[in-house]
C-alpha cells in the first residue's frame, strides 16, 4: 500500500479529500491507487498504462464512492517491496506487484506505467518500504 510520507514544499501534509465514483461496490483499502477516466475509478496495477490521479485515504467494504485524495507530483509515498531490490537503481520507474500493493522490480516500459525509486532507505528484503513518487505526465 502506498503511504502519504510528504509533500514538498507544503507545510501541511494533509491533502483535500474527495469521493469519486466506482462502477460497482468494491471494497477498498487504504493506501491502494487509482485512475480517475471516464468518471469511474479504475484499480492502478501493474498493467496500467496510465498514471494515478487518487490513493485511497480510508478502509471501506463494499463501497460504490470512497474517500480519496488526488496525486501531486510533489508527493512522496512509502511501499513495501514485493521482492529484494539488489538489482533497482534510485531513479528508475518501476512497477507495482499485479495487487497494487507492493513495489516490484520490474522496470516500467512504454506500455505501463509505474513509481519512481526516490530512495531505498537501506531495504534489500520482502515487505521492507522504500520511498517514492509518481512521475511527471
Same mark, same amino acid.
Not at 2 to 18: C, S
Not at 70 to 84: K, N, R, T, Y
Given at each position: 500500500m502506498l503511504t502519504l510520507r510528504k509533500i514538498i514544499g507544503r507545510g501541511v501534509n494533509v491533502p483535500e479529500p474527495q469521493r469519486l465514483p466506482l462502477s460497482e461496490a468494491t471494497a477498498v483499502e487504504a493506501g491502494m491507487a487509482y485512475i480517475y477516466k471516464d468518471k469511474v475509478l479504475l484499480p492502478f496495477t501493474a498493467t496500467s498504462s496510465l498514471l494515478p490521479t487518487?490513493?485511497?485515504?480510508?478502509?471501506?467494504?463494499?463501497?460504490?464512492?470512497? /474517500?480519496? !485524495?488526488? #496525486? +501531486?507530483? &510533489?508527493? #512522496? !509515498? +512509502?511501499?513495501? /517491496?514485493?521482492?529484494?531490490? %539488489? &538489482?533497482?537503481? %534510485? @531513479?528508475? %520507474?518501476?512497477?507495482? +506487484?499485479?495487487?497494487?500493493t507492493q513495489l516490484s522490480a520490474t522496470r516500467a516500459s512504454a506500455s505501463h506505467r509505474? #513509481?519512481?525509486?526516490? &530512495?531505498?532507505? @537501506?531495504?534489500?528484503k520482502k515487505g521492507e518500504p522504500v520511498l517514492v513518487h509518481f512521475p511527471r505526465v
Amino acid at each position: 500500500m502506498l503511504t502519504l510520507r510528504k509533500i514538498i514544499g507544503r507545510g501541511v501534509n494533509v491533502p483535500e479529500p474527495q469521493r469519486l465514483p466506482l462502477s460497482e461496490a468494491t471494497a477498498v483499502e487504504a493506501g491502494m491507487a487509482y485512475i480517475y477516466k471516464d468518471k469511474v475509478l479504475l484499480p492502478f496495477t501493474a498493467t496500467s498504462s496510465l498514471l494515478p490521479t487518487h490513493i485511497a485515504k480510508a478502509t471501506e467494504p463494499a463501497t460504490l464512492s470512497p /474517500l480519496l !485524495f488526488p #496525486v +501531486s507530483e &510533489d508527493m #512522496v !509515498f +512509502s511501499i513495501p /517491496l514485493a521482492e529484494g531490490c %539488489e &538489482d533497482m537503481t %534510485e @531513479g528508475g %520507474e518501476y512497477l507495482l +506487484s499485479p495487487d497494487g500493493t507492493q513495489l516490484s522490480a520490474t522496470r516500467a516500459s512504454a506500455s505501463h506505467r509505474g #513509481v519512481i525509486l526516490l &530512495d531505498k532507505c @537501506g531495504a534489500s528484503k520482502k515487505g521492507e518500504p522504500v520511498l517514492v513518487h509518481f512521475p511527471r505526465v
